[in-house]
């Protein structure tokens, strides 16, 4: 099992960039893909983006492509949410999930993760 925290959450304005961190322990050396997610206020769960256990590979959604990226340092068992030219309408929490490198990248985009987030609030004002 692998427990993930995420951070960076905050408030900012329509138009700003943030960067959310995701940080992994127990179970990690056996490999793991990693997913962001977000839930906006009574709404259901987004997929955003997915990167595979070794950072080659990532899946975005539509909605996001172009602006948001991201990534991984395995070395600090970190991943990255970089969100830019945030819109009003992105406020929700924002989640990260694991899942492990045996499943496939797509089980991702479709919310299949193992181990999930409390999250982080990210909120975005006109």
């Known amino acids: 099992q692998v427990q993930v925290v995420e951070s960076g959450g905050g408030l900012v304005q329509a138009g700003d960039s943030l960067r959310l961190s995701c940080v992994a322990s127990?179970?990690?050396?056996?490999?793991?893909?990693i997913g962001w997610f977000r839930q906006p206020p009574g709404k259901e769960r987004e997929f955003l983006a997915t990167i595979n256990w070794s950072g080659d590979s990532t899946i975005y959604a539509e909605s996001v492509k172009g602006r948001f990226t991201i990534s991984r340092d395995n070395a600090k068992n970190t991943a990255y949410l970089q969100m830019n030219s945030l819109e009003s309408g992105e406020t929700a929490v924002y989640y990260c999930?694991?899942?492990?490198?045996?499943?496939?990248?797509?089980?991702?985009?479709?919310?299949?993760?193992?181990?999930w987030g409390k999250g982080t609030l990210v909120t975005v004002s006109s």
């Open positions: 999930a694991a899942v492990g490198r045996s499943r496939p990248l797509e089980a991702a985009s479709v919310g299949r993760m193992d181990d």
């Open positions: 127990g179970r990690t050396g056996s490999g793991y893909h």
